[in-house]
């Protein structure tokens, strides 16, 4: 049975077309084209969404410091007209919980001017991409035209060899039959 699969496989690999180097080539630069293409679609499209989350987490972040700000001046207000020990401790609370708001949108606005300066780097980066796609473009139509032209002067070649082929044939049966001819003396 085993000796069948590595007869199966062998004549699986001889009725395989060889693949030409340049046919291997020329698949790996179409590879590589379309996954220039793709990362370019996605390469700025995740750092504009990085910096929207980082946009959107601090608007909430503000949102809740605008409340907790209304909060403190409330409870300050209620700790000024009454004074008792629960309202104090109420500011405090509130406070804190300004205070670590504070510190959250400090670092949310941190981590937005990060994804602002990667978004910035990546543009130009983004330039190079489009160049390069437009260069292996570029350089895929013109290796087509030289591929026609070179396939156009195989054939010119391949025609002008049959036809001095055909000549040389046509002298060589006119020699045979000269030298045929009996001389009529």
Do not use: C
Not at 14 to 34: D, G, I, M, W, Y
Not at 65 to 71: E, V
Not at 74 to 94: C, E, F, I, M, P
Not at 112 to 130: E, G, N, T, V
């Amino acid at each position: 049975m085993a000796k069948e699969k590595s007869r199966k496989q062998l004549s699986q690999e001889t009725t395989k077309p060889a693949t030409h180097p340049v046919e291997k080539l020329e698949n790996q630069f179409q590879l590589l084209q379309r996954e220039l293409a793709n990362s370019r679609k996605n390469y700025l499209a995740s750092y504009k969404d990085e910096v929207l989350a980082a946009r959107e987490r601090m608007q909430q972040i503000q949102t809740k410091l605008r409340k907790a700000r209304k909060q403190v001046a409330r409870a300050a207000v209620d700790a000024r007209t009454t004074g008792t020990r629960s309202t104090k401790n109420q500011l405090k609370k509130t406070r804190a919980a300004s205070l670590l708001l504070t510190d959250s949108l400090q670092e949310a606005r941190k981590i937005m001017a990060s994804a602002q300066r990667k978004l910035h780097a990546a543009k130009p980066f983004d330039r190079k991409l489009a160049a390069r796609a437009k260069v292996l473009a570029k350089f895929e139509k013109d290796w087509d035209r030289k591929m026609r032209e070179e396939a156009a002067t195989k054939a010119a070649q391949a025609k002008k060899a049959a036809a001095k082929r055909r000549s040389t044939a046509r002298k060589r049966a006119a020699k045979k039959l000269a030298g045929k001819k009996p001389s009529g003396n």
